[in-house]
């Protein structure tokens, strides 16, 4: 048995017996202990959770991928991602657990109604799922690259939806959260001694410089070049989608519904913004080193793979692949328990059994985990990369993003009609943009164009629509808007 399938081994191991111990501190043990861990996150768990949620396979693999061609670039997606999340923690985070409603489609409800309500879970649901395959296809690959000997492609996929399973359905939000401890550490600590061990196998900087070739600047300027290689469109791209993702998304926000108190809520994500930020320009160190020494490869994606087997020593070798599976795993099982609580609450409680026991709610959160791991496979069989398609889906965050923003910071801008109106715009012309008339796409980025519809749609519905928005039902219980309703 080789060293870096034992790291592995003993990895796989400590995240189960964190996820077994994580039940005793479930301490009312119902759903909302499950879902919700009790709401007694400190802003170290919320940190890495959210961190978790975000540094996953397209932010490590993906990211070392597209330097491959693209140079140090590449980086800038997980910077990105904490903007994103920096945005949401300094302006939102307490005022979303101030509020007293627990997911976020409960919130479009309160606010515009159950029709709105409804699509925006159907959407949700949908994109998450996607990216909980992506993290199987992801956990696959690596195990496959990286120990051969060991597995295939089919055997890789089984075991990464299997350990996603079983870590969120034994402990719930509380096991992905501690779990993310462990995850956080290992991703970090594989990632670095990588990098300083596949430079020094290489014979140092100056020898992996020296064989870099032209590349797509004609002259080797783009590999250092932080904006030249993937182009300044498509870096501002990311920043704008992932800034507007991370505002409305559904994982972000069960993680602040959590927090102990709001303090923490906000402390947590900025936490998780630094947290986040670094994994980026270090997983495209390795596309960089392999475009030095494996120029012409026939699949970009066994850019990380090919500098681990060729450079690093098998111990370090261990250590980087338990980190790499690491970032497939915190992403998987935060967003499974995110998903358990959306099929719960906002689809199976909300319209088919309203009055259902807090312990049958537990027993169908655990199941609806189970069946969002099953379906998560079947789609990771199907696809190979998704990460173009799963970007251009996230552009479709832009108009919720928009609305909850105006929502919490600029309430009396918002009026009934302007969710339908800003998402209708918006996904119109998403439509087009991405399918039928591309050049509708601003620089050939849809999100530009989304975002600035949409944008044009709410303040188009401010200006004319007399008719608030019950903005003020955030912050009510549940029994006054009963008694409202009523």
């Known amino acids: 048995m080789s060293v870096a399938l034992i790291i592995v081994i003993i990895y796989m191991f400590s995240l189960l017996f964190v996820s077994w111990w994580s039940t005793k501190r479930q301490k009312e043990g119902g759903s909302n202990s499950f879902l919700f861990a009790d709401q007694k996150l400190s802003w170290v768990l919320i940190g890495v959770m959210i961190a978790g949620l975000a540094v996953g396979g397209a932010s490590t693999v993906g990211i070392a991928q597209k330097a491959y061609t693209g140079g140090i ?101 509380w096991a992905a959260s501690l779990s993310n401890i462990i995850n956080m550490i290992v991703i970090y600590v594989g990632i670095i001694l990588g990098v300083v061990a596949a430079i020094k196998g290489f ?127 915190s992403t998987a099982t935060g967003l499974m328990v995110t998903l358990s609580t959306m099929g719960t609450k906002d689809i199976i409680v909300k319209y088919f059994a309203k009055n259902m026991s807090d312990k049958k709610q537990l027993v169908l959160s655990r199941w609806l985990i189970v069946f969002c791991a099953v379906a998560a496979y079947i789609l990771a069989t199907q696809v190979s990369s998704v990460l173009g398609a799963l970007m251009a889906a996230l552009t479709m965050f832009a108009p919720y993003a928009i609305l909850m923003t105006g929502m919490f910071l600029f309430p009396k801008t918002v009026k009934k009609s302007s969710a339908w109106v800003t998402f209708i715009i918006g996904l119109v012309f998403f439509v087009l943009s991405q399918f039928f008339v591309k050049s509708l796409a601003i620089l050939h980025q849809p999100i530009y164009t989304v975002f600035l519809v949409s944008l044009a749609a709410y303040i188009l519905c401010a200006a004319f629509d007399k008719r608030p928005a019950p903005v003020e039902n955030l912050f009510k219980k549940e029994e006054e808007l009963a008694e409202k309703a009523s």
Request: proline residues 4%.
């Open 73 to 173: 670039s590449a980086g800038w997606y997980d910077v990105a991602w904490a903007v994103g999340a920096l945005f949401t923690g300094i302006f939102l985070a307490k005022k979303i657990r101030q509020s007293t409603f627990k997911t976020v489609n409960e919130m479009w409800g309160r606010v515009f109604g159950e029709g709105f309500r409804t699509i925006s879970v159907i959407i949700q649901f949908c994109i998450l799922l996607v990216i909980v395959a992506l993290q199987v296809v992801a956990g696959g690959a690596i195990l496959k690259a990286l120990l051969p000997q060991y597995f295939t492609m089919a055997t890789g996929l089984i075991v990464s939806a299997a350990m996603f399973l079983l870590i969120a359905v034994v402990g719930g939000l």
């Open 203 to 329: 014979g140092g900087f100056a020898a992996i410089n020296a064989t870099l070739p032209a590349g797509l600047s004609g002259n080797g300027s783009h590999w250092y070049d932080l904006v030249a290689g993937m182009g300044p469109a498509v870096v501002i791209a990311w920043f704008i989608t992932m800034l507007l993702q991370g505002i409305p998304n559904a994982g972000i926000m069960q993680s602040v519904v959590a927090a102990k108190d709001p303090k923490e809520a906000r402390k947590g994500v900025i936490f998780a913004a630094i947290l986040m930020a670094p994994a980026g320009f270090l997983s495209a160190l390795f596309g960089i080193m392999a475009a030095s020494q494996f120029p012409g490869l026939a699949n970009s994606a066994l850019a990380l793979p090919s500098v681990v087997t060729a450079a690093i020593p098998p111990v370090i070798a261990g250590l980087l692949l338990a980190g790499l599976w690491a970032a497939d795993v």
